[in-house]
């Protein structure tokens, strides 16, 4: 799966230690609207995030575990056929199992970026820099999002839904707090997630799937 380079980033000019539960008194205009519409208190709904991103995190596993399942299935019947000297059915089994194990790669790689995510999120709760840490990972989930959608669209649409919750959770830490933007810092910051997954991924493909068979040692 390949992620897209993200535009947008955050470094935090202020402490949040006091923000954590109870909000710092906004400015007047802030005020006003959050009397009429007050935002939810952080921390419930960055824990509210990390369970949510748990569950998808075991339904796509619950994707992976079937497409391992599927090629498994696929290479019994390409060396059965190789064996048969049957190559034109050797072939169409190959081109499926070549298909699977690329929809199998996406997978894998979405349940990893999603795990460095949740640490990162759960690392965020105790430190309380929640939009420095945050905002690098929204164009990440937004990848793994579109990526899941031909993989499995509720999740998909899940993921969408949690990338809106931390949307939100940055706009109203940015709004209570000094903020300057730093486009580097976060598309670096998105890049690592990318690279500590991918490195994962590689390793967990070569243990999982093996290389499709030699026709000449099967003749």
């Given at each position: 799966?390949?992620?897209?380079?993200?535009?947008?980033?955050?470094?935090?000019?202020?402490?949040?230690?006091?923000n954590?539960?109870?909000?710092?008194?906004?400015?007047?205009g802030?005020?006003?609207?959050?009397?009429?519409?007050?935002?939810?208190?952080l921390?419930?709904?960055?824990?509210?995030?990390?369970?949510?991103?748990?569950?998808?995190?075991?339904?796509?596993?619950?994707?992976?575990?079937?497409?391992?399942?599927?090629?498994?299935?696929?290479?019994?019947?390409?060396?059965?056929?190789?064996?048969?000297?049957?190559?034109?059915?050797?072939?169409?089994?190959?081109?499926?199992?070549a298909?699977?194990?690329?929809?199998?790669?996406?997978?894998?790689?979405?349940?990893?970026?999603?795990?460095?995510?949740?640490l990162?999120?759960?690392?965020?709760?105790?430190?309380g820099?929640?939009?420095?840490?945050?905002?690098?990972?929204?164009?990440?989930?937004?990848?793994?999002?579109?990526?899941?959608?031909?993989?499995?669209?509720?999740?998909?649409?899940?993921?969408?839904?949690?990338?809106?919750?931390?949307?939100?959770?940055?706009?109203?830490?940015?709004?209570?707090?000094?903020?300057?933007?730093?486009?580097?810092?976060?598309?670096?910051?998105?890049?690592?997630?990318?690279?500590?997954?991918?490195?994962?991924?590689?390793?967990?493909?070569?243990?999982?799937?093996?290389?499709?068979?030699?026709?000449?040692?099967?003749?």
């Open positions: 799966m390949r992620f897209s380079t993200l535009t947008s980033g955050i470094v935090m000019a202020g402490s949040f230690g006091s954590w539960e109870r909000r710092d008194q906004p400015g007047f802030r005020q006003i609207k959050d009397a009429m519409n007050p935002p939810a208190p921390k419930p709904r960055m824990d509210s995030a990390v369970k949510r991103i748990k569950t998808q995190i075991q339904r796509i596993d619950q994707e992976a575990l079937r497409f391992n399942e599927r090629d498994k299935a696929l290479f019994k019947k390409i060396v059965e056929a190789y064996q048969a000297h049957d190559t034109v059915h050797a072939n169409i089994y190959a081109n499926e199992l298909e699977i194990r690329r929809m199998a790669k996406m997978t894998l790689n979405a349940q990893m970026a999603l795990e460095q995510i949740m990162r999120i759960e690392t965020a709760s105790e430190l820099d929640i939009a420095y840490t945050l905002l690098p990972v929204l164009g990440v989930m937004r990848d793994i999002k579109n990526s899941m959608s031909s993989v499995n669209p509720q999740i998909a649409k899940e993921l969408g839904d949690i990338s809106n919750l931390l949307s939100g959770l940055v706009m109203d830490v940015g709004a209570t707090s000094g903020m300057s933007m730093n486009f580097q810092t976060a598309n670096e910051d998105a890049q690592k997630i990318v690279e500590e997954a991918a490195v994962v991924v590689e390793k967990k493909m070569k243990d999982t799937f093996p290389e499709l068979p030699d026709k000449q040692a099967l003749r």
